[in-house]
């Protein structure tokens, strides 16, 4: 009997690449590049459940209230990381995003963020897009 793998709701992964700009003068990937990725890897959950055309006719954007990131394994520039970011909970006003960022399997780094949608015009935050709360609730 198979086992099926269960998805985290809106989980994305995507190659990470690494820069020669990235590396530090340690020769390892500087602490800024992972913020970087982890916006790559959030743009990208957000292209394929709420793009960016949605979010500007609907009048709000995304902003990110606050990262946290935990630096378990140092990346090298002939390392080939692999992102993966998932909504780990969707409320009113928050959205709440996990993160693993692993190299050959073994995690480099952990992150989490959050954030908020708000207003383009007033810049105060709003609830959550029902189109979004709503494939959020199907996946989860």
């Known amino acids: 009997m198979g086992t099926t793998i269960q998805k985290q709701p809106f989980e994305i992964e995507i190659h990470l690449p690494v820069r020669t700009y990235d ?3 340690a020769g390892i990937v500087n602490n800024i ?7 790559d890897l959030r ?9 960016l055309g949605e979010q500007i ?6 902003v990110i209230v606050q990262t ?7 990346i090298k ?5 692999i992102g993966k970011m998932w909504m780990q909970s969707m409320e009113a006003l928050r959205w709440h995003v996990s993160a693993v960022i692993s ?8 992150g989490e963020q959050v954030g908020v949608f708000v207003n383009l015009q007033s810049k105060k935050p709003v609830r959550m897009p029902a189109e979004l709360r709503h494939k959020y609730q199907l996946q989860h």
Not at 43 to 51: A, G, I, N, T, Y
Request: zero cysteines; proline letters at 9%; aromatic letters at 12%.
């Open 23 to 25: 590396i530090d003068f």
């Open 33 to 39: 590049v992972y913020i970087r990725w982890l916006e």
């Open 43 to 51: 743009l990208e959950m957000l292209s394929l459940h709420f793009p």
């Open 57 to 62: 006719k609907n009048g709000i954007m995304p």
């Open 68 to 74: 946290k990131i935990d630096y378990k394994h140092p």
């Open 77 to 81: 520039i002939s390392d080939l990381p």
């Open 103 to 110: 190299v050959n399997g073994k995690t480099a780094a952990l």
